[in-house]
């Protein structure tokens, strides 16, 4: 079994569990009732697990009173075209979410005229720029799957066209919201370590693909504030050393070997946390109908942009042997490239 293969079994396994925390039930309402207005929800990419979790949890109907009336209306399959293992899965998730009352259309203009929010959904992150320039010009308030993009120059032109048109773009791993980091404050983290899979897809930068959730939990965390980072590559691990401005230390191990888990440890003033297990996607689903219902953002750019700095130098420092890279010489050459004007 590979390892991808694994994945996505666990995060399938991890969907169906959340499904019966919620209490879901099947649907009882029928394809064209009236959803409250503003609350017409559309998705764009049925190529990862995501899309059908997302869809049981609110077209359920016992839906929890948290998701406020949200229902996923109509869906765009497309998504990933050339990266195998998301593209083979469209046609399972496309007839799923037929069956959970969502209508599919042929593109994603079509979608926009359809629902209010967007959940954009596609697996593949070279794609993000150009969906989400169309959802931002139809004025639509956005939640972005990971990886954001697939270049950390993407990443900063998202955010530039959120600023042109006025409206927040919120994006996040559900790793963000693991068991072990509610209610963690900040300032009395001294530093950390995190784990998470690290598949490599061949058309992302290495740990964009997966092993943003394990960053992005490193991030939640530690905050902001990373000047450079060294990293150690084999074929089956990944270790990045992060050193933060104020001297904190934070590291993130990402594995293609072994089993697969989620987790690490908070050094905090008051002791040390352990992070995990992973709970699923309920609480990073109630974050982003929060963010439809009030247009904040529970994530900063800043911070999004520097998880991604974060990874893109890890990229470098690997190609340099190891060798120390700060995450400001990778936001100089990501503007450089003119994806921000």
């Given at each position: 079994?590979?390892?991808?293969?694994h994945?996505?079994?666990?995060?399938?396994?991890?969907?169906?569990?959340?499904?019966?925390a919620?209490?879901?039930?099947?649907?009882?309402?029928?394809?064209g009732?009236?959803?409250?207005?503003?609350?017409?929800?559309?998705?764009?990419?049925?190529?990862?697990?995501?899309?059908?979790?997302?869809?049981?949890?609110l077209?359920?109907?016992?839906?929890?009173?948290?998701?406020?009336?949200?229902?996923?209306?109509?869906a765009?399959?497309?998504?990933?075209?050339?990266?195998?293992?998301?593209?083979k899965r469209?046609p399972?998730?496309?007839?799923?979410?037929?069956?959970l009352?969502?209508e599919v259309v042929?593109?994603?203009?079509?979608?926009?005229?359809?629902?209010?929010?967007?959940?954009?959904?596609?697996?593949?992150?070279?794609l993000?720029?150009e969906?989400?320039?169309?959802?931002?010009?139809?004025g639509?308030?956005?939640?972005?799957?990971?990886?954001?993009?697939?270049?950390l120059?993407?990443?900063?032109?998202?955010f530039?066209l959120?600023?042109?048109?006025?409206?927040?773009?919120?994006?996040?791993?559900?790793?963000r919201?693991?068991?072990?980091?509610?209610?963690?404050?900040?300032?009395?983290?001294?530093?950390?370590?995190?784990?998470?899979?690290?598949v490599?897809?061949?058309?992302h930068?290495?740990?964009?693909?997966?092993g943003?959730?394990?960053?992005?939990?490193?991030?939640?965390?530690?905050?902001?504030?990373?000047?450079?980072?060294?990293?150690?590559?084999?074929?089956?691990?990944?270790?990045?050393?992060?050193?933060?401005?104020?001297g904190?230390v934070?590291?993130?191990?990402?594995?293609?070997t072994?089993?697969?888990?989620?987790?690490?440890?908070?050094y905090?003033?008051?002791?040390?946390?352990?992070?995990?297990?992973?709970?699923?996607?309920?609480?990073?689903?109630?974050?982003?109908?929060?963010?439809?219902?009030?247009?904040k953002?529970?994530?900063t750019?800043?911070?999004?942009?520097e998880?991604?700095a974060?990874?893109?130098?890890?990229?470098?420092s690997?190609?340099?042997?190891g060798a120390?890279?700060?995450?400001?010489?990778?936001?100089?050459?990501a503007?450089?490239?003119?994806?921000?004007?």
């Amino acid at each position: 079994m590979t390892s991808l293969t694994h994945n996505r079994r666990f995060f399938l396994q991890k969907a169906a569990m959340g499904s019966i925390a919620l209490g879901i039930t099947p649907l009882s309402w029928p394809l064209g009732t009236n959803v409250a207005p503003g609350k017409r929800v559309g998705m764009i990419g049925l190529d990862t697990s995501h899309s059908v979790a997302f869809t049981k949890a609110l077209n359920a109907a016992a839906a929890s009173a948290d998701y406020a009336g949200y229902k996923v209306v109509a869906a765009y399959p497309y998504g990933s075209k050339t990266i195998d293992s998301s593209a083979k899965r469209i046609p399972d998730y496309t007839s799923e979410v037929k069956k959970l009352n969502v209508e599919v259309v042929d593109s994603i203009d079509e979608l926009l005229k359809k629902v209010d929010v967007i959940l954009l959904e596609t697996n593949d992150g070279r794609l993000h720029l150009e969906q989400v320039t169309q959802v931002l010009k139809a004025g639509k308030r956005v939640f972005i799957d990971k990886p954001i993009a697939a270049s950390l120059a993407d990443v900063i032109a998202i955010f530039g066209l959120s600023q042109q048109y006025s409206i927040p773009v919120f994006s996040a791993s559900s790793l963000r919201y693991i068991n072990g980091m509610e209610g963690l404050d900040k300032r009395q983290v001294l530093g950390a370590d995190t784990f998470s899979p690290a598949v490599l897809e061949k058309t992302h930068p290495d740990l964009f693909w997966y092993g943003v959730h394990g960053v992005e939990m490193l991030y939640t965390a530690m905050g902001t504030g990373c000047q450079q980072v060294v990293r150690v590559h084999t074929d089956g691990t990944d270790v990045v050393v992060g050193t933060w401005a104020d001297g904190r230390v934070g590291t993130f191990r990402g594995t293609r070997t072994g089993k697969h888990d989620y987790g690490g440890i908070l050094y905090t003033q008051a002791g040390n946390t352990k992070l995990g297990p992973y709970g699923g996607y309920e609480p990073l689903l109630k974050e982003i109908i929060a963010y439809f219902e009030t247009g904040k953002t529970p994530v900063t750019p800043e911070e999004t942009i520097e998880i991604f700095a974060f990874m893109e130098a890890a990229d470098e420092s690997k190609c340099q042997n190891g060798a120390a890279v700060t995450l400001q010489s990778v936001l100089e050459k990501a503007k450089k490239k003119g994806a921000v004007k």
